[in-house]
């Protein structure tokens, strides 16, 4: 019989197999046909045991065939073997080509490297990275390792729908490719700024890459698909249960450099994906918003508490993810007027002028403290550049606006 450990649910996973027929671990549970490692892990996800520490820890342990052989040998007497006797590894290898899919498993060169920090992360009790991913679209996933992620409400305000729509196509015009959720509100909006600015963005799926959730979404992931790709850990035509968008939440914290949440309420899946972003030493952001708003709840109270930093643009975000060449951050007093620009001088002889008075060089030079000869300078100087008008012989006044 074999040994069983327990996996996070209460249910039993199978340990290392017994001895016995070695080339049995190689055959499907059809007979005959091989299984290469690549379609076991197919198998295995379509268990659906996502964020199952111990399974992902057994498979790195005993190899993937060995252990869905295993899990095979169950049968009838746990729900693991159950549900592995409906399951058909070459039928899944079918339906991902069918669907124009490709299926990824750890060491291929498009694996994102960041999801190896799943292994040792464990924020809600589970953790483990993905058995495989499959992947929808022409992006190649290798590049999300310094995207960033933008989550928030699904009934987002105009506020934030307008932030991470904005911030989305200055960041995605950057190069930092946009990671969200397809979700309703901000995620959907965070990737149409991305492509509103021509460039990719990557959504990761609760659901098969061919099963669009929401439904009113399948348009934008048509889009997505077409510009950058679209990503889940369980095969095509799945559908979401509430755990698939937990589990999703992980892996949108891990493929990235960073997580902005835009809006939140007090609960809300977004606060779980920056609980995992702190867990794996990613940079959090946040958007402060109004107090008399409640989806600025989650935001205003993670900035409160240390636990996110305060980002009010696109650049803030930009030198946080950034640090060894940091951009030039916006001046808090905005841009110099016409005014700021001038020379201390010119802008001290500006200033001693009152409105409707004329006022002659031995009065400049009085109230100035400048010599006459620069006083004449400067004030020639300001009535070419229309800051003065000339009313005589060395004098001048402010220039008369029109009505």
């Known amino acids: 019989m074999d040994r069983r450990r327990p996996d996070g649910q209460g249910n039993d996973l199978p340990g290392k197999p017994a001895g016995g027929d070695a080339d049995a671990a190689g055959r ?6 091989r299984l290469d490692e690549r379609t ?39 729900r693991w073997g159950r549900k ?21 498993v750890p060491g291929d060169d498009e694996w994102p490297a960041g999801l190896a920090d799943l292994g040792v992360a464990t924020a809600t009790g589970d953790g483990g990275g993905p058995l495989g991913l ?24 105009g506020y934030g729908l307008h932030v991470a729509t904005e911030w989305a196509a200055d960041l995605a015009l950057a190069d930092r490719l946009v990671i969200s959720g397809l979700a309703f509100g901000v995620d959907a909006a965070a990737h149409r700024g991305a492509l509103q600015a021509r460039r990719p963005t990557l959504a990761v799926m609760a659901s098969g890459v061919d099963v669009p959730y929401p439904v009113a979404n399948t348009t934008l ?3 997505i698909v077409d510009k950058g790709a679209v990503v889940s850990e369980v095969p095509p035509g799945t559908h979401p249960v509430k755990a698939s968008f937990l589990a ?20 809300s899946g977004a606060k779980n994906t920056v609980s995992w972003a702190n867990d794996l030493g990613r940079v959090v952001m946040a958007v402060p918003g109004p107090v008399t ?32 060449s940091p951009q030039d951050e916006l001046p808090l007093q905005g841009e110099d007027s016409r005014f700021d620009r001038l020379a201390p001088d010119l802008r001290q002889l500006r200033e001693a002028f009152r409105p409707r008075e004329e006022v002659g060089v031995a009065e400049l030079s009085s109230r100035t403290g400048l010599g006459v000869v620069d006083c004449l300078a400067g ?25």
């Open 28 to 33: 499907s549970a059809g007979g005959g046909v």
């Open 40 to 78: 076991a892990r197919m198998a295995l996800c379509a268990l659906q045991p996502m964020g199952n520490v111990e399974l992902s820890r057994l498979v790195a342990d005993e190899g993937a065939v060995a252990l869905w052989h295993a899990v095979r040998r169950m049968g009838e007497e746990s």
């Open 84 to 104: 592995a006797a409906s399951i058909v590894p070459e039928e899944l290898a079918a339906c991902t080509r069918a669907c124009g899919a490709r299926f990824l």
């Open 134 to 157: 499959w992947v929808r679209g022409t992006l190649d996933l290798g590049e999300a390792g310094s995207g960033v992620s933008l989550v928030g409400a699904r009934a987002a305000t």
């Open 221 to 223: 992931m048509n889009a």
């Open 248 to 267: 999703r939440n992980r892996l949108i914290a891990a493929l990235g450099a960073g997580v902005v949440i835009v809006e939140a309420a007090a609960r």
């Open 293 to 324: 708003s409640s989806m600025s709840a989650t935001p205003n109270r993670l900035i409160r508490d240390t636990a996110a930093v305060l980002v009010s643009s696109p650049a803030e975000v930009l030198a946080l993810l950034g640090p060894l």
């Open 379 to 403: 004030a020639d100087e300001l009535a070419e550049a229309g800051w003065l008008e000339a009313t005589g012989h060395q004098t001048w006044r402010l220039p008369v606006r029109p009505g």
